[in-house]
């Protein structure tokens, strides 16, 4: 997830024009990226599909579906949105 976080980060300075710190990159992404979709994932119990699986593997699942379906044609979506996708899908 580290390079998720270093993605992250080079976004956030471009957008606050400014630099930005690892420590400020990694509170921000787990804030605005990384628990929204962990909220999803809890909320549908999707966790009890996959016994031995965490969180952090279902966020990578999600992330790698709006990437296959962005390659696919597909419009991108928002990763909440995926997550719900992911999750309709495999219940």
């Known amino acids: 997830m580290l ?3 270093a993605v992250h980060r080079y976004f956030m300075g471009l957008d606050l ?3 930005i710190s690892e420590e400020e990159a990694v509170a921000h ?3 605005t990226v990384y628990q929204p979709i962990v ?3 809890r909320r ?6 996959f016994p031995g699986k965490t969180e952090g593997d279902l966020y990578l699942w999600v992330l790698d579906r709006q990437r296959f379906l962005s ?5 991108l979506v928002a990763p909440q949105k995926a997550a719900k996708d992911f999750i309709n899908e495999v219940k």
């Not at 390659?71 to 419009?75: A, D, L, P, R, S």
């Open 3 to 5: 390079e998720h976080v």
């Open 17 to 19: 024009q400014r630099d």
């Open 29 to 31: 992404w787990h804030d």
């Open 39 to 41: 909220r999803v994932i």
């Open 44 to 49: 549908s119990g999707l966790l009890k599909e």
């Open 71 to 75: 390659q696919e044609g597909h419009n």
